[in-house]
């Protein structure tokens, strides 16, 4: 079946410009989490969406940062006034119901660049 | 303290070879323990759950020590394809089943013919 998907695979943009990211979690996933991983280092957690619940926003890093999840399935990650710290890979995951195995399903990730 | 803590190698072993890395965390209070695999420039990809009384699965094993706070991953007789960053994959106090882990920065390994 299809995975998570993440679009753009790619985007540079020039420093003080917006982005949108998207991610479309595998049918059904009711948890959806946004990471980032910049060079050489793990994954940054930014926010989780879990069904109709208030978003576990803990992780971004400023108010430059937003996400919606808009009908329990799609989200989209903003950066507002992009700087060049933000350049890094923001990877999506989703997760379905509750089973041995607590597994996180990871898009391909989308590579920002500001320059 | 960094939550979880890798070395981040790397570690570069022959084939066949035993290798083992070990992962440790600041929260004695944490649920549950895994192993992400990344290959380059791929998302990661679950390679294992980590049990209070330790599992295997096939070459790999790991272990966790709840009293040192640690967690380990071994890998036998280690093959061209193990080439990877393993991460140390942490699932904090609270919240329900579905919150957000917590990764380490990885440990490099390749394995060379």
């Known amino acids: 079946g299809a995975g998570v998907s993440q679009s753009p695979s790619n985007k540079v943009t020039e420093k003080g410009k917006d982005v949108e990211l998207r991610c479309d979690p595998i049918s059904g996933h009711t948890a959806l989490y946004w990471y980032r991983q910049s060079l050489g280092q793990g994954l940054e957690f930014l926010i989780y969406f879990q069904g109709n619940s208030a978003p576990d926003k803990s992780g971004l890093p400023s108010d430059r940062f937003s996400a919606e999840r808009t009908g329990g399935s799609v989200s989209t990650l903003t950066i507002q006034r992009t700087q060049q710290e933000d350049s890094a890979v923001y990877l999506c995951?989703?997760?379905?119901?509750?089973?041995?195995?607590?597994?996180?399903?990871f898009g391909p990730g989308t590579r920002l660049t500001v320059t | 303290r960094k939550e979880v803590e890798q070395d981040p190698g790397p570690f570069n072993v022959p084939e066949g070879a035993t290798v083992a890395f070990n992962c440790t965390y600041s929260n004695s209070a944490s649920q549950s323990f895994f192993w992400y695999r990344q290959d380059c420039r791929k998302e990661p990809k679950l390679l294992m759950s980590v049990y209070s009384s330790g599992n295997e699965d096939g070459r790999f094993t790991a272990q966790l020590n709840r009293a040192s706070q640690y967690i380990s991953l071994l890998i036998r007789d280690s093959k061209l394809s193990d080439s990877a960053t393993y991460l140390c994959?942490?699932?904090?106090?609270?919240?329900?089943?579905?919150?957000?882990?917590?990764f380490g920065q990885g440990t490099i390994l390749t394995v060379h013919p």
């Open positions: 995951a989703s997760r379905g119901l509750a089973g041995p195995v607590v597994e996180q399903y």
């Open positions: 994959v942490v699932k904090p106090p609270g919240g329900t089943s579905y919150g957000k882990l917590t």
